[in-house]
């Protein structure tokens, strides 16, 4: 999938000196999750309805 053109958002938790976070982006019925300190790194592909229940499931740190 070509995701040259794609839009990416950083996560709300990304405070001003970057951090461990993820960028998400819409690609064609799916979401694209990358790293944002390597934005040439791998993707992921995910189903919004597997990304909501991985979020879902994720361990709060805050």
Known sequence: MDLR????RKSS???SNG???VELADAAG???VRD????????LLLTRTALRTAVQSAPRTH
Do not use: F, L
């Open 19 to 21: 951090g461990n976070c």
């Open 13 to 15: 938790y990304t405070g």
């Open 30 to 32: 799916a979401v694209a």
């Open 36 to 43: 944002s300190k390597d934005p040439d790194g791998p993707v």
């Open 5 to 8: 053109n794609a839009k990416w």
